[in-house]
């Protein structure tokens, strides 16, 4: 395994992805093939150079509550995740459990997850899911409560009467992260009512919608060199409470000082309803 604890800190200088208009109408993305004649998304991208900062060694200078993101060392039982029902019986479990522990949860819902692979020869990744690289955050606060309603209906009024979260616990699969790592901003850094654009996510039965982010050059990029599949992130996309961290924008990065031979980057993204009352 990887002698990620020796590695010395490194920051990355490298360009991201934000948030840029196509046409005159409100930004929307079809999870599905959408209608002829209406594009997929009208969301574009804005490049512009950061620096993404090293946390290796500074891990608990970063938490969910402060920054809107943390790192856990946990080791899971499954290691190639290939088998979805055991993904869903087993990692599932570990999840909930590795959530209880760490950050004091009640009861958690898992509502879904992702599983991003190397891409083949050709450069397809299965079903399209390669590494995200755009800024952006999975819920906006309206869709997380709705999604809520939309997953635990009848017990939904009751459970937003206390603490919500929705954290996405983000693990690499089988080697070390080198190409395209995942980074994460402070949540400290935005500017909460100029930074965070509602997309409309439009499903075949329903609409949600997430937040992608407009430039400034305020914000603050972290992530952990070498993360290994024993070093989980949990990436903060909702918080019913306003007076700490709320969420946490993120994006994979270009990291050009990476091996070309290295291995690329695999990877399992959980997401769950986080309850604290009950």
Partial sequence: M????????????????????????????????PPEGIPRSNVGTDPHPVVIHDVRGKEDTV????????????????????DEEAIKTKYYKEVEELLKKEIGAKRVFIFDHTIRRKPDENGNTPNNRGPVERVHIDQTFDASVKRV????????????????RIINVWRPIGNPVYHKPLAVADWRTLDKEHDLVPVRHIYPHREGSTFSVKYNPNHRWHYLSN??????????????EEDRARLTP??????????????????????TLVFDSE
Avoid: M, W
Wanted: with cysteine; glycine share 4%.
């Fill in 2 to 33: 990887a002698t990620a604890a020796v590695i010395s800190p490194k920051d990355i200088p490298t360009s991201l992805n934000y948030y840029s208009p196509i046409g005159e109408e409100a930004p929307f993305n079809y999870v599905y093939e």
């Fill in 227 to 240: 993360q290994t599949p024993e070093e989980v992130l949990f990436i903060k996309c909702y918080d019913s």
């Fill in 149 to 164: 309603h939309y997953h635990l209906g009848d017990e939904a009024e009751r459970l937003l009467k206390g603490r919500v």
């Fill in 250 to 271: 993120h994006t994979a990065f270009p990291d050009a000082t990476s091996p070309k031979d290295a291995p690329h980057r695999e990877s399992i993204e959980v997401r």
């Fill in 63 to 82: 938490s969910l509550d402060t920054t809107g993101f943390q790192f856990v060392k946990h080791v899971s039982e499954e290691k190639d995740f290939l």
